[in-house]
């Protein structure tokens, strides 16, 4: 019923920016919490950042100073702006995001929703 779809990623040299977008699509819905978790090759996945529907962020330590989580309710999109890239924030970065969905005018569910994921290669 909800999609995600991530656009943005690419292949840019260290110390550049890229600007990663999110954006859910469907009927009868409504994102609360949204955030970005990214996964290396051969490392588990981890949180990148989170931004509630107050707006109210949380980043982790490797990248506070130099990502910026941000959100549009109006199209319910969410972006990371990523500066200063390094190498080590070469990864697969998944957006997802807590959703409220309507099944009738009495009755919704809410459930957890992730994109495919889209690829950032930071080279040096």
């Known amino acids: 019923q909800v999609q995600l779809v991530e656009s943005g990623g690419g292949l840019v040299q260290a110390g550049e920016s890229l600007r990663l977008s999110c954006a859910a699509s469907?009927?009868?819905?409504?994102?609360?919490?949204m955030g970005w978790s990214r996964q290396a090759p051969g490392k588990q996945r981890e949180f990148v950042a989170t931004?509630?529907?107050?707006?109210?962020?949380n980043y982790a330590d490797s990248v506070k100073g130099r990502f910026t989580i941000s959100r549009d309710n109006a199209k319910n999109t969410v972006y990371l702006q990523m500066n200063s890239l390094k190498p080590e924030d070469t990864a697969v970065y998944y957006c997802n995001a807590n959703i409220r969905t309507r099944i009738s005018d009495s009755v919704g569910a809410v459930g957890d929703y992730w994109g495919q994921g889209t690829q950032v290669t930071v080279s040096s």
């Open positions: 469907g009927r009868d819905f409504s994102p609360n919490a």
């Open positions: 931004i509630t529907s107050s707006g109210i962020t």
